[in-house]
């Protein structure tokens, strides 16, 4: 590995590891020890990922992408993923609704299994999508950006944005009610 890659993780780690945490911190619903461990987790995993290679182009899209798998692997071990991911979709085909077993999955057992199943579901179809409509995505319902931040950070046009978010939606509906090819 040379200098040159150590220096521009120094410089990533300067320039947005406060962001990086920030970000940790306002998805974990304000846990700052838990957020600082991820970071620096974030960068860890980029360092021993890197094997002598180049630098990747965009290294803060790279780092988030990173923050986001560890992310979801410390909800997968903390049992709260269900939360979160139930959260982060304001969707009404996501929500139980009033009334439904699903309502209160801690009274039932075999709803809360139908929940988990569903959002075990939603996470295998998140995984499925193309690289740059998962991004897109994760951008607009975890990062809760814009459609023109999202455009900006991506480097494409509000239609692509907007496209990409249409097809990511019905893509995760089809998913989660078993119309998946």
């Given at each position: ?52 290679a180049e630098p990747p182009e965009k290294p803060r899209a790279y780092l988030y992408e990173i923050a986001r798998n560890l992310l979801r692997d410390h ?107």
């Amino acid at each position: 590995m040379g200098e040159r890659f150590f220096g521009v993780i120094a410089e990533a780690y300067k320039a947005w590891n406060a962001e990086l945490t920030g970000f940790l911190n306002r998805q974990l619903k304000r846990s700052p020890d838990t957020a600082q461990d991820l970071a620096q987790e974030t960068f860890a995993r980029w360092l021993a990922a890197s094997n002598g290679a180049e630098p990747p182009e965009k290294p803060r899209a790279y780092l988030y992408e990173i923050a986001r798998n560890l992310l979801r692997d410390h909800w997968r071990r903390e049992g709260v993923r269900g939360e979160h991911l139930a959260a982060s979709l304001d969707d009404q085909a996501f929500a139980p609704q009033a009334g439904s077993l699903a309502a209160d999955p801690a009274t039932q057992p075999e709803a809360r299994a139908d929940v988990n199943q569903r959002l075990r579901m939603l996470q295998a179809a998140i995984d499925a999508m193309p690289p740059r409509q998962r991004e897109a995505f994760l951008l607009y319902r975890y990062d809760e950006l814009r459609c023109e931040e999202i455009a900006d950070r991506m480097g494409i046009s509000l239609r692509a944005v907007e496209k990409h978010l249409q097809l990511a939606l019905a893509h995760c509906k089809r998913h989660v009610h078993g119309e998946a090819s």
